[in-house]
């Protein structure tokens, strides 16, 4: 067996295309997460009555399963949520109007949220109960203090696992293809397929995903550089 060099380049040329919908697939949960994470790291923090038991069932379940399983679950069972409420209310909603990215987006957003309220919970409670006992000295109201003092440290301490956490959903994003989404080890098979190379089509998405991950962890170091300055004695 003979590895085609050359088609490696033609794969990586007609794969990389489908790059724009990996990375949808990674930024929109990502951004929706870390809302989803930063209500819920607060509302664990702070212990909120009623809201509290339900955050934790809900980082517990979504971190205790396999997010391929949460893919299906939404993808199989909100469509018949939907068409159920449609007709008991008399929409005029129908779930096979929804494109499969939504179901995707949304199964993916969840998750996210879970894993990165953990982060972000680790981050605010890192912060010394010093600091947070000087703001509320001189006046500032618990909104003022968690902007201006905690959160700023917070998430500064977070990058390095906020970097862990997109990089991983960078390659979850491949399990979207079960669900027909043509991201790229989606575009890989398809690319595979016409000639059956699979190994060079994975290859050249190989190289791809790794190059991505270069550009995220280079990003991910200027970040944290700049962001720990002030802590370290100023901007160099």
């Not at 069932?57 to 409420?85: E, N």
């Not at 006046?139 to 696992?161: D, E, K, W």
Request: proline share 4%; charged share 10%; aromatic share 10%.
């Amino acid at each position: 067996m003979t590895i085609d060099i050359p088609f490696i380049w033609t794969a990586l040329k007609e794969i990389i295309k489908a790059l724009p919908v990996t990375m949808m697939l990674t930024l929109i949960p990502l951004i929706a997460g870390f809302v989803i994470g930063l209500v819920v790291a607060l509302i664990r923090v702070y212990k909120v009555r009623i809201l509290n038991p339900i955050a934790n069932g809900y980082v517990s379940f979504f971190r205790g399963t396999p997010i391929i399983m949460h893919i299906m679950l939404i993808y199989f069972g909100l469509p018949l949520l939907i068409d159920a409420a449609a007709e008991t209310f008399g929409w005029q909603a129908q779930s096979q109007l929804i494109p499969i990215s939504v179901f995707v987006l949304f199964a993916l957003s969840l998750s996210a949220g879970a894993y990165l309220s953990e982060v972000i919970r680790s981050g605010i409670v890192s912060v010394s109960k010093g600091q947070v006992e000087a703001a509320y000295s001189v006046g500032m109201s618990t909104f003022q203090m968690m902007i201006r003092i905690v959160l700023p440290q917070a998430l500064a301490q977070c990058i390095p696992n906020l970097t862990n956490i997109f990089i991983g959903f960078l390659h979850t994003s491949s399990i979207a293809f079960i669900v027909s989404q043509k991201e790229l080890t989606g575009a890989a098979n398809i690319v595979a397929s016409t000639n059956l190379k699979f190994l060079e089509a994975f290859i050249a998405a190989g190289l791809i995903y790794w190059m991505l991950t270069i550009l995220v962890e280079g990003s991910s170091s200027i970040l944290e550089k700049k962001a720990t300055a002030y802590a370290k004695g100023g901007v160099r």
